[in-house]
Every structure is written in C-alpha cells, then in structure tokens.
C-alpha cells in the first residue's frame, strides 16, 4: 500500500523530501527580519549614546565660553562634532539651551543643553521623503557657570 503522505515516492518505493530547500527557506523568512530588528536597535543604541555625549560635551563647552552668543554657537558645533563622531546625520538632529537664571553667562548659572535625534530606518531609500523614524531620542545635560573662567 503506497504511503499517505503528499511527498514524491522514489522509484525503489521509499519517499523522498525536500527538507534542504524548506529549511533554507524557512530560515531566510525568519533571519532576515531578525537581522533587521537588530540592526535597527544597533542604530538605536548608537543614536543614544551620540545624543548623551553631544549633551554632555555642549553643556561643558557652553559654560566656558565668554557670552552666550558664543556659548550657543560653540555648543551647536560641539553636538554636530559629536554626532558625526557615532555616525548621526546633523539634519536629524536639534539643539535647545536653557538657563536659570535668565543670565547665560552670571556665575552660578545653571546651563542646561537639550539634544534632540530623529533615527532613521536603517536600509530605506525614501526614508526623508515620507520621514520614517526608528526612533525619537532626547537627552539633557545641566553644568553650572563657575566664578572664574
């Protein structure tokens, strides 16, 4: 009696599979998306850690400058530098300062630097076209204007 099953009998009465095929098959299905997934929270990741030290970095270099006009100047180049640095494109990205008091450049001030970063989807060519984001990143930085500079 010829066996149930779909699979293709060989001519000497035992079947054969195409288990090669299925399992490459099934594993492109399931590994490529598994790599997508971790090569967007890579990007992720890495845009955390640029917007953290390009906070950290501006706030510094905000605070030792001598007026505010060019505390605000040195701190945008300070985060461009710094995103460049982990790959980050600087159009993704935007900087806020604030002050408390109002007084920038008043010792005791405190300083605080906003970095904002948009990551884009890794691997997709119209991304900026209909802005398709991994990801929205902030991260703030606080330093303190000293007596003496």
Known sequence: M????????????TERG?????????????????VYFIITVGQLQGGSFAVVGAADQ????????????????????????????????????SVDTSCEPSDCAAAGSAVTVTVHLAVPL????????????????TASATQTVGRFK
């Open 58 to 93: 501006a706030a510094k270099i905000y605070v030792s400058q001598p007026d505010a006009a060019s505390g605000r100047a040195a701190a945008e180049q300070a985060v461009l530098l710094a995103l460049a640095d982990y790959g980050q494109a600087a159009e993704n990205a």
């Open 122 to 137: 890794p691997f997709v060519p119209f991304s900026d076209a209909f802005r398709l984001t991994a990801g929205h990143l």
């Open 18 to 34: 195409s288990a090669v095929v299925e399992f490459t098959f099934l594993s492109l299905l399931l590994m490529v998306p598994l």
């Open 2 to 13: 010829p066996p149930s099953s779909d699979e293709p009998e060989a001519p000497d009465g």
